[in-house]
C-alpha cells in the first residue's frame, strides 16, 4: 500500500498582499511618518525641499514597515522601533540620491529625480544629511547591537554600490557576481530593517537570525522581481519606466541569463547594447525578444521564488502572530507582482 | 604715579608649529595610519584605489592628532582613541570626495581629484563606503556619547554643505552667514574631533566643554585662513592652487569684506566675477588688488586671530599638561601659516 503525497504547494497563507502589514503597522507608521517629516526639516531650505520631493513620492515604505512589525512580533512596546524605522527610510532614501547622481537617471517613478530639478550636488549633499539624521536617531535609540547592524549595513550598501559600478556595462558578470552585488545594495538593508527589531525587542539570538535571513532573502527576491518588471514582465503594479535598465545599460539577471544562454551573435548584440550604448527602443525590443526565447524573465522569477521560499522557512520556527502572517504575506507579495 | 602696562601681546608658549603635537601623538597617529589602511581596504578593488588616492595625498591629518591629544591629555589608555581618531579622518575624507563633485574640482593639492581619474560616480560612493566605515568604528568603540557628537557633527556638516550650495554666487552673503556656513562645514569637525577626546577618557563635563570650544574655534581659525591663503596672502606653505576660490565663484571672507566696502562700481566687478563667472587671470589680479585695497585679507585674518584666543582661552582652565602646550601651538600654526 503506497502513501499518496499531494504535490501541490502548500497553501501561503493569507492574501499575499501587504494589506494585512499596512494594517498591523498603521499606529507605528503614523509616528514613522511624523518622524521622517520632522527630521528632514532643516532651517536650510533647500534640505526639506529636496528631501520630500522623494519621501512623498509614493514608495510604500515596506522597509520601515518590516522594522515596526519585527519589534512589535517581540512584544515591543516604546518609540525605539519608531526613531529605527525612520533611520532605515532615511538610509534608503539617501542612497536614493546618491543613486540618481550616479546613474544619471531623469526619472523615478515617472517623476523628474531631486538631481534634474535641484541638481547633483543637492542630491549628493541632502543624502549626507539624511545618512547623518539617521545615525543621530539610531544614536538616541542607545542600542549599541542595533547601531552596529545598521551602521555595517551602511557599508555594506556603499561597498554594492561601487561593486555595480565597477561591473557596470561588463557583460562577463555571472549569475554569482551579480548577487553579490544584490545582497549588497539592496538586500543588506532589508536584512537589518528586519534584525533591529527582534534587537530593540531583547528578542534571543535565534529569533534575530531569523528575521536577519528573512529580511535578506526577502531583500534579494524583491530586488529580482524588480530587475524582471523593468523589462515589462506582466507588470501589475509598475510606477517605474519599463527599460530604464537597458537604456542606462545596467547589468540585471534576465540579462546576464539572456546573454549567456544566447548564440555568439546574440551576444555580439548584447554587448553592442549594453557595452557600447546601442539601445534605442529597436533594440529593447529585441532584447524583451531574446529574454523571452531564453525564458530569461520567467528564470528571473523563479530565482526570486527560490529565495521567497528560505524567507518563509526562516520564519517558520517562530511561534505563530499577527505579524509573522503578515510578514510572510509580503513575500507572497513581493515575488507575485509578476505573472 | 602711574603703572606702565606692557602694550605687548602675553609671550604664546612653544614654538608655534605642529611639531610638538605630532611628537606626542606619534605612537597614536602610527596605529591611526595602519587603521586607515586596513579599513579603506575592501575586495572591490575600486575603493582602496580611491580612497588611498586621497588618505596619501599629504594631509596634515590635523584632525585625528587632535582626537588622540585630547584623549591622552586626560589619562586615556586604549585603542578606543586610536579608532576615533580613524573616524574622524574618515569623515573629513568622505566630505572631501562629496565636495569635489559638488564644486566639480580638478585639482586638489596640485593633483588632480579622485573624481578627475575615477568620476564622480566612484567619489560618491567610496565617500559614502567611507562614512560608513567611520560609523562601523566608532560604533565598536561603544560609547553612546561619542556616537551622539560624531554623529550630531554627521549631520550639521551635510547641512553646511547645502547651506553653502544654497548661498553660492550670492554676493548678498553677510558675514554672519558665511560664518555660520564654516561653522557647520568645517568647525563642526574640528569640535567634534576634540570633544570625544574627554569623553572616551570619561573627563567631566567642564572639560568637555573646554575641549569643544577649542575645537570649534579652531576650527573657524582654520578655515578663515584656508580663505585668504586661497588669494596668496603671504603663504608660506600651500599646497592648494592660489585662485581656486575665486575661480570657482565661492565667497569667503574676502570677497565678502571686499565687495561690502568697496564702491558701486566696486560690487558690480564682485558680482561679474563671481556671479556670473568673469574669473580669468586678470579679473583674479583686480580682486587680489581690492582686497589689498580694502584690507580684506589682513582683516580676514585678523577675525581669525579673534577665534584663535577664543580657542586659547578655552582651554586655559584646564591644568598644566604636554598636550595642552601642544594643542595651543596648534593655535599659533593655523594662524602663522599667514604674515
Known sequence: MGVVIPLEEKKKPGSGGVESLVALTASGMERVNE???????????????????LISSGGKRLRPMITIASAEMFGYHGEGHV????????????TLLHDDVVDESDLRRSKPTARMI???QASVLVGDYL??????MMVEVGSLEALDVLSQASSVIAEGEVMQLAA????????????????????????????VGPIIAGAG?????????????????????????????????????????????????PVVLAFRRGTDEERGFWRASIEK???????????????????????????????????????????????????????????????
Open 118 to 120: 535641484w541638481g547633483n
Open 35 to 53: 518622524l521622517i517629516l520632522s527630521k528632514a526639516g532643516s532651517d536650510v531650505q533647500m534640505i526639506p525641499e529636496v528631501a520630500n520631493h
Open 131 to 136: 545618512l547623518g539624521q539617521a545615525f543621530k
Open 205 to 253: 539570538k535565534a529569533d534575530r537570525g531569523a528575521l536577519r535571513s528573512y529580511g535578506l532573502n526577502l531583500g534579494l527576491a524583491f530586488q529580482l522581481v524588480d530587475d524582471a518588471l523593468d523589462y515589462g514582465g506582466n507588470a501589475k503594479d509598475l510606477g517605474k519606466n519599463t527599460g530604464d535598465d537597458f537604456r542606462e545599460g545596467k547589468i540585471t539577471l
Open 277 to 339: 550604448g546601442e539601445n534605442s527602443d529597436s533594440e529593447l525590443e529585441k532584447a524583451r525578444g531574446l529574454m523571452l526565447r531564453y525564458a530569461a524573465l520567467t528564470d528571473t522569477i523563479q530565482r526570486a521564488r527560490h529565495f521567497g521560499e528560505i524567507a518563509r522557512d526562516a520564519l517558520a520556527p517562530l511561534r505563530p502572530s499577527p505579524q509573522k502572517e503578515a510578514l510572510l504575506d509580503v513575500v507572497e507579495y513581493c515575488v507575485s507582482r509578476v505573472s
Open 83 to 94: 526613531k529605527l524605522a525612520t533611520s532605515v527610510e532615511f538610509m534608503h532614501t539617501a
Open 168 to 195: 557596470a556595462k561588463n557583460m562577463e558578470t555571472t549569475e554569482d557576481e551579480y548577487l553579490s552585488v544584490i545582497k549588497a545594495k539592496t538586500a543588506a538593508l532589508f536584512s537589518a530593517a528586519a534584525e
